[in-house]
């Protein structure tokens, strides 16, 4: 195996990261240990860093955490000064948040279905100086109107299609195809667990506006893959893209059928698309 300067910077990073923990660290590390005791599903508030933060879930509030801020996954360039940035499936905003921190002038639109946790995400950004971001207590679909919504109580809320699920709700949905037509999008963040294909696919016309994207694949279903559509579909737009890294889901009621059972047939891939 060839070791390159980029691996030797990234193992000096973790180690700096592990010796010299900065201000997001800490704040990731004292959550980490509240949230081992921290009864689930259970809102709260903490603080993180600078921020004063409600959360629906500590230990689904954590991971999050350590994504944005400690790994900064969603740090993007550009050159403008007050960029346009759409947040997908905003949950409590920590995103938004990042964003705002990394370009204060940016003009963010925020869209939360689980209406509880869009209470949440309204406070925080209130809270925390980013009252001008734009919040819309709506999940993004393919049509505006109401559509079926399977809340989690945390951050795996869902669009279901089945009225008979006795655990939906029926919320408002926006279609994305027209907020991305209004005008260009610098970044757009989609993260809508599992809704990605039928969104993009309807969003199709409109991609020509977007300059770069950060997308979650929810891969949950091992029937009925999405990401080969969805990649084809940024091809088709006109992007490059990269799979930044995969997060493999608990995937238990399946080990048993499964020849590699230590596997899961269930993950999330992150993808970054740009023009």
């Known amino acids: 195996m060839t070791v390159t300067f980029g691996d030797l910077r990234r193992v000096a990073s973790l180690v700096k990261r592990e010796l010299r923990p900065n201000e997001a660290v800490s704040a990731w590390r004292a959550a980490c240990r509240a949230a081992s005791t921290a009864p689930r599903f259970v809102h709260g508030q903490i603080t993180m860093g600078p921020y004063l933060l409600q959360y629906a879930d500590l230990l689904t509030f954590c991971p999050q955490w350590d994504d944005i801020f400690v790994r900064r996954s969603l740090d993007f360039q550009t050159s403008s000064a007050s960029p346009r940035i759409l947040d997908c499936g905003a949950n409590v905003g920590l995103a938004s948040l990042f964003f705002k921190s990394r370009y204060p002038s940016a003009q963010v639109t925020a ?15 209130a809270k925390n100086g980013a009252g001008d971001v734009t919040v819309v207590a709506a999940a993004v679909w393919t049509q505006t109107g109401s559509v079926r919504f399977c809340p989690n109580g945390a951050d795996a809320g869902s669009i279901v299609a089945s009225t008979g699920n006795s655990l939906s709700v029926e919320v408002p949905c926006v279609r ?42 929810h891969e949950l279903d091992a029937r009925c893959r999405m990401t080969p559509e969805i990649l084809q579909l940024l091809t088709l737009a006109g992007f490059d893209y990269s799979l930044t890294h995969t997060t493999p889901l608990d995937d238990a009621e399946q080990q048993a059928a499964r020849r590699f059972p230590t596997r899961s047939a269930k993950w999330i891939t992150a993808v970054a698309a740009w023009r």
Do not use: Q, T
Not at 115 to 122: D, E, S
């Open 176 to 217: 994305l195809h027209d907020f991305l037509s209004e005008k260009p999008v610098d970044l757009l963040k989609l993260d809508i667990e599992g809704a990605e294909l039928d969104v993009l696919a309807d969003c199709k016309s409109a991609l020509r506006n977007v300059k770069a994207a950060l997308i979650e694949i």
């Open 111 to 125: 869209f939360e279905a689980d209406p509880a946790i869009a209470g949440l995400l309204r406070s925080n950004l």
